[in-house]
């Protein structure tokens, strides 16, 4: 008896650790041209006027910078230098009230006619019902040819989008994780969606 009370604590907390798992879910798609360039002189931008002098921008544009310069790019911060331009969205909405349900663990078993013993189980002996709020967190990365901006006819030569819903309702605690997603399979295939799960620290 005492081994199945062990072994049902065992799974209890089994249970509880992966429940607890500091992991995020994203999905990643990309479209580029075939000869976009993998190296150059990059100027990263963000894409919303309002965000591009803003203490928030300048803290992702950082982490944004160690991830091109991993990839072989090289940043500037003269457009009349660069080779590349990168405008750079992010957002998250207010939120989505979602339930779902998780079962209840315990044991089953009786004692029977002149204390014969039914050995107990470990099974689903209920389900509890949860609410919680889900965000749903974006970030979005074009890269632009510099001249062809400077002639007046912007040529987009690669995108990439990461999504993530979660419970996390602040943008900033699972950027870098989204961020590293973004480039886990840079440039990735043009035209496929890759499901994709990051680590993060502080919330998911």
């Known amino acids: 008896m005492k081994n199945f009370i062990c072994m049902g604590i065992t799974l209890l907390l089994s249970l509880g650790l ?3 798992s500091n992991y995020i879910s994203m999905d990643s798609t990309y479209f580029f041209q075939e000869d976009f360039p993998r190296q150059g002189r990059v100027l990263i931008v963000a894409a919303k006027a309002d ?3 803003s203490l928030e921008f300048n803290h992702y544009k950082s982490l944004i910078s160690k991830q091109l310069i991993d990839q072989g790019y090289g940043i500037i911060e003269d457009k009349d230098q660069a080779d590349l331009v990168a405008l750079i969205t ?3 909405d207010t939120g989505q009230t979602v339930s779902s349900t998780q079962p209840i663990y315990g044991y089953t078993g ?18 509890s019902t949860n609410l919680s ?5 974006a970030i979005a990365m074009d890269l632009l040819d510099a001249q062809s ?5 912007p040529k987009k030569l690669y995108q990439v989008r990461v999504k993530s819903r979660g419970e996390c309702a602040n943008l900033n ?6 961020l590293k997603g973004m480039f886990t399979s840079f440039p990735g295939e043009s035209g496929k969606t890759d499901y994709i799960e990051v680590e ?3 919330c998911w």
């Open 18 to 20: 992966n429940g607890c």
């Open 51 to 53: 965000q591009d002098d």
């Open 90 to 92: 992010y957002g998250i």
């Open 110 to 127: 009786f004692y029977g006619f002149r204390s014969r013993y039914s050995m107990p189980h470990y099974t689903v002996v209920g389900v």
């Open 133 to 137: 709020t889900q965000y749903t967190k």
């Open 149 to 153: 901006i400077r002639d007046g006819k």
């Open 173 to 178: 605690q699972v950027f870098p994780a989204m």
């Open 200 to 202: 993060a620290e502080d």
